[in-house]
DNA sequence: ACAAATCCTAGCAAAGTGCTATGTTTTCTG
DNA sequence: CAGAAAACATAGCACTTTGCTAGGATTTGT
């Protein structure tokens, strides 16, 4: 029942540019750099982002991300769809019909209830709550992060929440 | 972020338990074929159950299954434990450690209210409960199961709930 | 003794996860 | 206008997890 690093590196790169003064734009190279992310990998999972129509890019040379929209407007629920790809606990939830299991399913209503209650918490879980929630900065693992030497040969890339 | 078939086919299983009349037995063979589910797969998945002590087993001829416990008293944040393993939706709460990352983290205060507020729900939700929830008459569908033919050569299980 | 049930271990095919590699396109700068 | 820096995009691959099978050992009723 773990959310996977697409979620959680999502999570990640959105509070990076929660905590962006509005108006400046923000590099994914960046913050790849301080997050300790592939940024090969973080461009994909930004990719899955961008249908929600909560980024905001400008392409080229001195360009970046901003959120398109306030952080808060922006709802968890929406963003775990777009990065887990379902919420639904069970995969029928998803898939129209009610399984092929002859007459009543007997666990259907507690999957549904399940899936009701996490998504309830994530839609009224917003971004902007999130940033404040964490009263971290920034600015202080960054500014040690340029001293940092890239282990030559070997991903040095760890699993973070 | 979907649950694993253990959970799911655990709970099937527990939920024919107690809609068995009490002192009688239930044999894991019969389910398996009620639910068209693998023998052999919910095998292992009753035994992960036992260390719980929600069950009770007589071996040998006439043996079977039975709860150990009134269904009123089990809940789903111990069965969910034992069947999927854990519950919380990243690996680092449940490993000590806070995770390697510089300072603070920024997601764990959201990780760990999620995490809360799943276990909470499961914990409220009793077997009883679920039961009754159901309304269904476990014995229709296994009056007809007599009838089932094994397709012979490739297995004829399909996911369910 | 035999059969019927629960117990137990190892292994394996398929799916999913996490990431790398290799580009293409856009836009700013010298 | 050349080049660099950024976002955009696709394919593939090693590793892990999942879902199940195979084959047996142990217990107990008839």
Redesign the pocket.
Known sequence: M?F???TR?GLRFLLRLAAQPPGSL????QVAREER?????L??I??AL?PLGI?K?????????ALARPASEINMEDVFLHLE?EIAPVRCLTTKKPCTHEGQCSTRAFWQALDRHMREFLRHCTLQEMSEQCNNTPGAASARAGGQRPIPGG?S???LH
Chains 1, 2 share one sequence.
Request: aromatic share 12%; hydrophobic share 25%; net charge positive.
């Open positions: 773990r996977s690093t697409r590196y923000l590099q994914l190279g992310i592939s940024p090969g990998y461009e994909q930004v990719r961008k980024l890019a400008v392409r080229g040379t001195g360009g970046g991300y790809g991903s890339y760890v699993e």
